[in-house]
């Protein structure tokens, strides 16, 4: 490893740290993929597990011994792999908030998943529809993850699940579950991805409060050979036409006058339920 300290938070090679905005960092090796941050040493260590290339590395200086010891096995790693060491303070000044994980990555995206490789090796889909938080798009993954679901779905104006944020609330799992955006040139939403959706066998379950709902825990939504469960907007919800032109509208039966729950809590509830 080339270990170099940093004093001067202004230096330019911590840019992609501090000062170019994600989008850009995204889009910044195009048309190859671009890079992510990965911060803290479990979101570090799913995404090396996951086979991601680690182009750098930020670390408070209490915390180096362990970075080394995670990248000890990363046997393809050059010689002069730079890693940028600071005191917590500058680390703070830099980020703007106290950096509990001790370390950030650089990261090289990679081809991501097309949406067939999800529908032909899955029975149980997320679908997120218009979710423009990275904090609930990274917790549905936590949430997809961990109980049940097979793979994710979104449309292309959700938060991009790497995203810092979106990457940490999900304590890496976004590195664990396989996920593609569905809609694309040759694909639109809802229209021609409900149609991709049938095609391969699956009935779309659309988390909506509608007079026409079924109750989430009805027997014949488990009884689905596969099935994809829809998650709106924060604020709209799902569109109107993809409920329409769902199978199933489901809700969560609630109590003390309470209409709806956050996103990414009725997420966890419903792939309990429909796992």
Request: net charge negative; charged share 25%; proline share 5%.
């Amino acid at each position: 490893m080339n270990i170099m300290e940093i004093t001067d938070i202004n230096t330019s090679e911590l840019d992609i740290y501090c000062r170019i905005p994600e989008r850009q960092l995204l889009t910044i090796n195009e048309p190859a993929p671009g890079i992510f941050i990965a911060e803290s040493f479990k979101v570090l260590e799913r995404a090396l597990n996951a086979g991601f290339n680690p182009i750098s590395a930020l670390v408070e200086k209490s915390c180096f011994s362990s970075l080394k010891e995670l990248l000890r096995e990363k046997t393809d790693l050059p010689e002069d792999f730079p890693v940028y060491t600071a005191s917590e303070d500058v680390l703070d000044k830099m980020t703007g908030y106290h950096l509990t994980g001790g370390c950030l990555c650089a990261m090289e995206r990679r081809e991501l998943f097309s949406p067939m490789d999800i529908l032909k090796n899955s029975r149980r889909i997320a679908f997120l529809e218009n979710i423009m938080n990275p904090t609930n798009v990274g917790a549905i993954f936590r949430s997809a993850a961990a109980l049940g679901m097979d793979a994710v779905l979104l449309t292309r104006s959700c938060s991009d699940p790497l995203y810092r944020r979106a990457i940490r609330v999900s304590m890496g799992t976004v590195f664990q579950i396989p996920w593609a955006f569905i809609d694309s040139k040759n694909v639109s939403w809802p229209g021609d991805g409900i149609g991709l959706l049938h095609e391969h066998g699956f009935k779309l379950a659309s988390m909506a409060l509608r007079n026409e709902s079924v109750d989430i825990n009805d027997p014949v939504l488990k009884s689905e050979e596969k099935l994809v469960v829809a998650l709106g907007s924060e604020g709209e919800g799902l569109l109107p036409e993809t409920i329409s032109k769902s199978d199933y509208v489901i809700k969560i039966p609630m109590f003390h006058d309470v209409d709806s729950l956050n996103v990414a809590a009725a997420s966890a509830l419903a792939f309990w339920e429909l796992k």
